[in-house]
């Protein structure tokens, strides 16, 4: 096809055939052979030529496909671009000992890539955890990997976006939950309001927060208990009873009253509940 843009949706159909799929890895457009770079079912003899591709681009491509081998994920490793060794990175099937050295890496983007990889190792977890970059810092804050006393040291950060993080990871436990949803910022306990592990008696203190945010954050988080909803739906606030009204779990009797509200947006959020319906 003569056009570019159907030659990339091709290349990135994992249901193209191998033979155009070596046929569209010799194409003139680098967004095309970056799909195919990309294909979990491009064969590795493809994937090794494209290893080689002149465009950073397109190793970038092979540096995250699923089924890259370890000898070429090595190689990209040592890349000279920053982007092909974040690829590496980030790729689930990296081997420890290469998520090791990109985690030293100079660059904070491959550091970063090496911090949100589902299977990084605890111990590299742990280094990267005190990192200067505050980026990388809260990729190990929400990593689900995270282990607990990491989880613990990070939610004494300085950086609010660190606390943040740890305050939103379903992993993190309520002593950690309860200490930050007294956070001094309010960034920081909106995490614990939107966090779904967080305990009902946490809950039951935000949705008396100040911060109408914090209370809205509370209306539509769908383990807020049905005592909590009918008080916030009665807030003074009509962002907060919209939360209420969006919430899927808020109980029929509740959403009645709401779809009477005086401020259209409530009422039309109520009246598209889910269980609206069953009125």
Known sequence: DES????????????????????LSRDEDEDVRYGVALNPNTLIEILRKL??????????????NPN?????????????????RYGVAQNPNAPTNILKKLSRDEDEDVRYGVAQNPNTP???????SEDKSRDVRYRVAENPNTPIKVLKELSEDEDDVVRYRVAKNPNAPTDILKELSEDKDSNVRWGVALNPNTPIEILRKLSEDESRSMRWRIALNPNTPIDILKKLSEDEDDVVRRGVAENPNTPIEILRELAEDKHSSVRHEAIHNPNYSSI
């Open 4 to 23: 570019e843009y159907v030659r990339c949706r091709v290349a990135k159909n994992p249901n193209t055939p191998t033979d155009i799929l070596k046929k």
């Open 51 to 64: 290893s080689e591709d002149e465009n950073y681009y397109v190793r970038w491509g092979v540096a995250e």
């Open 68 to 84: 890259a081998p370890t000898d070429i994920l090595k190689k990209l490793s040592e890349d000279k671009s920053r982007d092909v």
């Open 122 to 128: 605890i111990d590299i977890l742990k280094e990267l």
